[in-house]
């Protein structure tokens, strides 16, 4: 185990980062182990879920304002193809 945190801080210190403080690279070193060990990841919230495509609803107020708008063939359309209101 030692031997790979060597390696690892090899890695990070490259020629670029030799004046990195002990603080940070330390710091650096955790990071890479929490992502590495899937502890910690940044991207998350970027993964749309299944529930966010749901077209077979459409908001309160929806069929309101296409009527408003008089998109009368889009509202038409919406239920020709089975979307219903979604009341909650």
């Known amino acids: ?30 990071l890479k182990f929490m992502f590495k060990q899937d502890r910690i990841d940044f991207t998350s919230h970027l993964v749309t879920k299944e529930e966010d495509y749901d077209i077979g609803r459409f908001a309160p107020g929806e069929a309101e304002r296409l009527l408003k708008q008089g998109k009368l063939g889009e509202l038409w359309g919406l239920l020709d193809a089975g979307v219903v209101m979604d009341t909650n």
């Not at 185990?1 to 650096?28: D, W, Y």
């Open 1 to 30: 185990p030692c031997e790979r945190v060597f390696s690892s801080a090899k890695e990070t210190t490259t020629h670029r980062r030799a004046n990195l403080s002990t603080e940070l690279m330390t710091a650096l070193q955790v």
